[in-house]
Nanobody
Framework: QVQLVESGGGLVQPGGSLRLSCAAS????????VAWFRQAPRKEREFVAA????????AYADSVKGRFTVSKDNAKNTVYLQMNSLKPEDTAVYYC????????????????????WGQGTQVTVSS
């Protein structure tokens, strides 16, 4: 059974940083697009960032562009989301998701593109 496990969430002050991690077993991330989504209370789940497979590109929501960086470490089979200059509106549960297919593209921004999901990790930005 495929498992995606997120970690690294927590409470941080506005302007601070966090790094989220997503590890998978037994599937491997290397050739697959992997994305981060988030869901705030009483809001729809939204796309945050994605990284393509096999050295492919990255994609970001406009709201996080320039502040968040998504990366993949194939040796550790882990995807990261580095979040800087955090704002209160970034408060949400963050989910890692992976496709069931291989692609170098990171253009998959719909939750329907992703077959496998983690359980989520809470990020709270507050003073």
């Amino acid at each position: 059974q495929v498992q995606l496990v997120e970690s690294g969430g927590g409470l941080v002050q506005p302007g601070g940083s966090l790094r989220l991690s997503c590890a998978a077993s037994p599937l491997t991330f290397s050739s697959r697009p992997v994305a981060w989504f988030r869901q705030a209370p009483r809001k729809e789940r939204e796309f945050v960032a994605a990284v393509g497979g096999s050295g492919g590109g990255t994609a970001y929501a406009d709201s996080v562009k320039g502040r968040f960086t998504v990366s993949k470490d194939n040796a550790k089979n882990t995807v990261y989301l580095q979040m800087n200059s955090l704002k209160p509106e970034d408060t949400a549960v963050y989910y890692c998701a992976c496709t069931s297919f291989s692609s170098t593209y990171a253009r998959y921004t719909s939750s329907r593109d992703y077959a496998y999901w983690g359980q989520g990790t809470q990020v709270t930005v507050s003073s």
